[in-house]
Nanobody, 118 residues
Framework: QVQPVESGGDLVQAGGSLRLSCACS????????MGWYRQAPGKQRELVAS???????NYADSVKGRFTVSRDNAKKTLYLQMNSLKPEDTAVYYC????????????WGQGTQVTVSS
């Protein structure tokens, strides 16, 4: 399967906003719950938000109320709207199918860097 292509990362000040996009291809997007993951230096990759094909969402406690995940099934694109950003949100952000559940997943893409300055 082709890797997802993440984009939209940038350097922003604390309190700012960013919108990430993830362009996918193939069949996985159409049959799986999709998620946004992040990996900070020296830490494991973690799932921060997920969304089913039908639009049901789930968030990590650390981003709940600040991040919003959405998807365009026709375009096979995943989005993450990030508001009220904090320095601890600094990480490389990736998208993939929900790896905590059984099913096909993409190879990991390059990710997109989000840096939040204090």
């Amino acid at each position: 399967q082709v890797q997802p292509v993440e984009s939209g990362g940038d350097l922003v000040q604390a309190g700012g906003s960013l919108r990430l996009s993830c362009a996918c291809s193939g069949t996985i997007f159409s049959i799986r719950t999709m998620g946004w993951y992040r990996q900070a230096p020296g830490k494991q990759r973690e799932l921060v938000a997920s969304i089913t094909y039908g639009g049901s969402t789930n968030y990590a406690d650390s981003v709940k109320g600040r991040f919003t995940v959405s998807r365009d099934n026709a375009k096979k694109t995943l989005y993450l709207q990030m508001n009220s950003l904090k320095p601890e949100d600094t990480a490389v952000y990736y998208c993939n199918a929900d790896t905590s559940k059984v099913g096909p997943v993409y190879n990991w893409g390059q990710g997109t860097q989000v840096t939040v300055s204090s």
